[in-house]
T-cell receptor, first 111, second 112 residues
Framework: GESVGLHLPTLSVQEGDNSIINCAYS??????FIWYKQESGKGPQFIID?????DKRQGQRVTVLLNKTVKHLSLQIAATQPGDSAVYFC??????????FGPGTRLSVLP | DTEVTQTPKHLVMGMTNKKSLKCEQH?????MYWYKQKAKKPPELMFV???????INESVPSRFSPECPNSSLLNLHLHALQPEDSALYLC???????????FGPGTRLTVT
């Protein structure tokens, strides 16, 4: 399940299940939306992106969905593995070089 | 080589010290970025260099001074910092006009 509070929101899933991480964005003028994975002690790592004129994009085991009507972005991870445990950030980019990151969600994969 | 390197990994400095953080990439990227990340928070953009010219400065205090000596190097000069500046400082690079950023591992800065 998912918990939100004073700490980073956490999503706990069983190994092998699918994960869905959600993100709300604020800027209607954002051109690209990007998902990053940040493991402990490391910098963020690019996972997948989607342009504002698309509503779905698939990668290897990951799918990003974009709903511009409600300004919502989601990242779906299929067959979640222990190595997927990390903090996931969505980010939005405008037509310049300005990247704004969302608050992040910690994904915890249970054995 | 798809790596962004940052030195030092850790830095402890007093409020009267002057220090510098260094970032290097050899991917031919012409956009380089500095971010600040506090614990359990997302990275916050501080500076963007595009073709070695400062293009975005997100209202960062003047005690942080960026420098881009060439297309592979990015420095962040620190002077008279405050304890609340303690954070992880991340460097990233990307192809110009491309949004896939490559991040370094960061420098963990503690201001005493």
């Amino acid at each position: 399940g998912e918990s939100v509070g004073l700490h980073l929101p956490t999503l706990s899933v069983q190994e092998g299940d699918n994960s869905i991480i959600n993100c709300a964005y604020s800027n209607s003028a954002s051109d690209y939306f990007i998902w990053y994975k940040q493991e402990s002690g490391k910098g963020p790592q690019f996972i997948i992106d989607i342009r504002s004129n698309m509503d779905k994009r698939q990668g290897q085991r990951v799918t990003v969905l974009l709903n511009k009507t409600v300004k919502h972005l989601s990242l779906q991870i299929a067959a979640t593995q222990p190595g997927d445990s990390a903090v996931y950030f969505c980010a939005e980019k405008d037509y310049g070089q300005n990247f704004v990151f969302g608050p992040g969600t910690r994904l915890s994969v249970l054995p | 080589d798809t790596e962004v390197t940052q030195t030092p990994k850790h830095l402890v400095m007093g409020m009267t010290n002057k220090k510098s953080l260094k970032c290097e990439q050899h991917m031919g990227h012409r956009a380089m970025y500095w971010y600040k990340q506090k614990a359990k928070k997302p990275p916050e953009l501080m500076f963007v260099y595009s073709y070695e010219k400062l293009s975005i400065n997100e209202s960062v205090p003047s005690r942080f001074s960026p420098e881009c000596p060439n297309s592979s190097l990015l420095n962040l000069h620190l002077h008279a910092l405050q304890p609340e500046d303690s954070a992880l400082y991340l460097c990233a690079s990307s192809q110009q006009g491309v949004h896939e950023q490559y991040f370094g591992p960061g420098t963990r800065l503690t201001v005493t």
